[in-house]
């Protein structure tokens, strides 16, 4: 039973109300006669003190407890006099499930660093930033789901084993059911007929081009799942492994990209200021100062959107000194990102129209030949959080496109269909869910978003 449900039942009631809790303890504080015990089920961040008295029949065990034990108290609820709580349990009895050795249990009551606590992942969530932490990411993603369902998308399940690669960077983890030490091979090369799907196979960068294809028959559509990125990066933006949320569709022209993404955007930001108040508190005190400021400033302001030439020319015309040069024609850095965001416009900014030479295939050209009509959403602190574009709708200028960045056709003989049978103008985007944790909550690492990050060189 969640603890702050307990407090809603004692309202205007008697309050010698029999409960049963289960959960472990945390701190333990004896006097000569009772031990005083704060337990935590993790349902919410607050515990609850249990009052142990020396008439109960193991309280030589209960004495001998220590931090990160399991027990079940049956006992009254009471009005608690001290004023840092509302409430405490009378134990009527306590059953010990598990101890945990004080010599060796790594969380004892003091405050851990994050670098020490991504060491024992499997022990993390007991303490009171990582417990916090796995609730927003629940509630968050509770709130993807109803943002789309209240606008009539529909989710799908796209592959995790994929042959094409969709963002055409090459960084995929293989796939393969060969026996490594004993590779078959022709002509010198691996025999990939002799694998399990008779092709090379990695697992997904995204879902996007499956869910196009969906987009296209049901108008809108989104995959909501895990992706995988082989890219050899130590930063603390990036992880091998993490969570993308992809809305696909159809009849959506670039502004009507830029306008969900931003709704959605906004929507999770009051979703979790709304539900996940006692857990961002903890956030607010000690992670960002300046949180709760920040995040209300998100939604009472328009994002601000620019070209990307525009872009470029605020970064050349500031006296910034960038690590990486700015010129038209180059990728923008997270550096560039943040001072756009944080110096310049001092709230989200949509930068739009990139060169077509630093984007990917499937990103419709526009007029000019020159650029694509492609979005990203950076964030103060974030830099990108969202990743979008209008799609290539016309066959032969998206042949073009493949052709120029080294995609074969022919492997995409599927997705080339999309547009030979009916096509339509389209658009989707891509937010990485952890980098929006990131933002709600002030967490500098993104590692320390996701329950097991995986990283180079790590688990």
Known sequence: MKYQLIVHILDNKP???????RGWLRTKRDSARMSFLDINDGSCLTGLQIIAEEKLQNY?????????????VLGKLVHSPAKEQEMELVADEIEIYGTAAAETYPLQKKRHSFEFLREINHLRPRTN?????????????????????????????????????????????SVTSLNLDKLPRQNGKIDFNRDFFGCPASLTVSGQLEAEAYALALGRVYTFGPTFRAENSHT?????????????MAFF?????????????????????????????????FIDKNLYDRLNSVLENNFT???????????????????????????????????????IYKRPVIVNNYPKTIKPFYMRVNDDEKTVAAMDILMPGIGEIIGGSQR???????????????????????YLDLRRYGTTPHSGFGLGFERMIQFITGMANIRDVIPFPRTPGGG
């Not at 309050?15 to 809790?21: D, L, N, R």
């Not at 606008?151 to 960077?169: M, Y």
């Not at 042949?399 to 599927?414: H, I, L």
């Open 129 to 173: 930033s990582l417990g916090a932490m796995a609730r927003i990411r629940s509630s968050l993603s509770h709130a993807v789901y109803c943002f789309f369902q209240e606008r009539d998308f529909f989710q799908i399940h796209t592959p995790v084993i994929t042959t094409s690669d969709c963002e055409g960077a090459g960084e995929m983890f």
């Open 60 to 72: 030589d065990e209960i004495r001998a407890l220590t931090t990160g034990s399991s027990l079940r």
């Open 236 to 248: 603390s933006r990036h992880l091998a492994e993490f969570w993308m949320l992809e809305p696909e």
């Open 392 to 414: 290539e709708e016309r066959l032969d200028i998206l042949k073009s496109r493949m052709q120029e960045t080294g995609v074969n056709p022919d492997d995409y003989e599927w």
């Open 305 to 343: 959107r620019i070209d990307y030439t525009e872009a470029v020319d605020q970064l050349c015309q500031s006296d910034q000194q960038f690590t990486y040069p700015v010129t038209w024609g180059v990728d923008l850095q997270s550096e560039h990102e943040r001072y756009l965001t944080e110096k």
């Open 15 to 21: 309050v010698k109300q029999i409960i049963e809790v």
């Open 253 to 285: 022209d670039l502004n009507d990209d830029m306008d969900l993404a931003e709704e959605l955007i906004k929507h999770l930001i009051s979703h979790g200021l709304t539900n996940c108040r006692e857990d961002l508190d903890l956030f607010a005190r």
